[in-house]
């Protein structure tokens, strides 16, 4: 019975309610353009509409979006995978038909009881909704003014990304001056940021990348390189404090094996064959087995916040972190931009930009 209803339940989860015909791009007074995913698929599940321009609640702020940063998360949240997320996201098709979390712009207008910003501010954070023309924020949550020496792409950039970076380091890693640490993923978004944070926060760094990215990974501070088609880090060779796992391409022992006997890894992504629970399957392998290895693991499942989107300010401020951006693309391109995602070739991050 129990086998049964397990089966029953997976084909559920995994079975994706048919697309509606995509509406006619019409505009009027108070409307925006939008991108809208109404059920799972691939990009071309994704649509550019014209909607009603939200209108900011008494919390919140309105905000013109200038840029918004592109997300692994975006295109989980796309194929609704791993399936397990559907229980939250929605069975048969997305119950939230927004789409893109980042976002840098303008305040257009703010609710009557939001005394930190006003409009005309700079602003930068993370909402849903972020690929379109306008996306509205709790002002008590993460959004923060842009620092005065970045531009709106630079700032879009930042706040999926960088917290993820600062939070697996600083908080899941524990990370002290003096420590050596390695970021597998060292070029793409979380480990371009995580190599800057991890040498300001007073580490050795060491940066896994391909060969063609080597030199990126050592401009933003790494003070050793490997070149994975040449070297695996986990046979031999140096052990560290800190492992920071961006690619989930080596097993749990074999990560574990690069490590100092008291040393921390730091798992931020999870196999990319497991459709059904992602990165839980390899977390509850990492609890079950905690118990026999004398080093700390960890499974990060980041969130974004105000406190810690005022920290990377103040690093982006000081110069100590800057965002690397690969491609732009405009709004109408947003599918582009996620299938250039999915080839898993990014360094650093892709953008959305709105123009003027």
Sequence with gaps: MLTAAGAVFAVVLSRDAACPPAAALSESGNSMQAIRVHCYGGAEALRLEQVPRPVPAEDELLVRVRAAGVNPLDWHYLHGKPYVMRLSSGLGRPENPRAGVDFAGTVEAVGSAVDDFRPGDRVFGAASGAFAEYVVVDASKSVVHMPGNID??????????????????????????????????ASGGVGTFAVQIAKALGAEVTGVSSARNTELVRSLGADHTIDYAQEDFTRGGPRYDLVIDNVGNHPVAALRAALQPEGTLVMVTGPKNNPWIGPLGRMLATRLTASFASQTQVTLFASTNKDDLAVLRTMLEGGSVRPVIDRRFPLDQVPQAIEFLEQGRTRGKSLITMGD
Aim: aromatic residues 2%; glycine residues 8%.
């Design 152 to 185: 709106f792409e630079q700032a879009a950039a930042v706040p999926i990304a960088a917290i993820t970076a600062l939070q697996a380091l600083r908080d899941a890693g524990q990370l002290q001056p003096g420590q050596k640490v390695l970021i597998n993923g």
